[in-house]
């Protein structure tokens, strides 16, 4: 009977150690926002408030992703979208970054899926530019890319954060290639007991008729977590 009671603990020991070596190396958010309208890459896809909740873990390099958004005045959720991601530094340049994979995009309400694939360069530097380009070759037929800088200050324990994008249609989802529109985000916020809120303006200015200039106000609360590798312990905030 000792043999294998003792067999059974030496066991247990190796699986917690080696679930506490994965473990340490998770870290993610859960997040909502509540948003006025839904504005995407110029695009107006809702023009009445939504509901966009979202689920972002992360191993290492590689992070997993869930995001949706929920319609208020339908009462359904209209979209369900699916991310896997690698990002790593660019050999003998640490400052750039490079982040690459797909999204798969679902829509419960239209019964149609489709897949884009993506990379994105940024660099770690005061504004962290970044240009990005998607494809998306099954429903979207074509392609779009964004260049962008963001920026966030404290002061006085609060948050200021500011963001500065513009994109480029390639004909995707069946628009005429051209610019799309010029967004600026404003916001401030605030961490209370690992719970950040973020309440912000944004407003897109069109940089062609195909879409509009319009502005929408939105609330944003995320949660960090993460397993330290000294402490083991979760909740981070960060």
Known sequence: MKKPVLFS?????VVLASAA???SGISGSVYGAFDGRYLWRGQLLSDTPVFQPG????????TLDWWGSYTFDTGKLTESDYRISFTDNLPFVPLFSVSSGFWIYTHPSALYTSNELFGTLSVDVPAKPYVSFYFDPVYGRGGYSEIGVSQELELFGIGINGALNAGYNF???GYTSSFTALAGTLGLSYTVAGVKINPAFTGQYSLDRQYKSLGLWSLNISYGFGFDEETKTSGSGN
């Open 9 to 13: 603990a030496l066991l247990a020991i």
């Open 21 to 23: 070596q994965l473990f």
């Open 55 to 62: 689920v972002s873990v992360g191993l290492n390099k590689f």
């Open 171 to 173: 004909g995707e989802n």
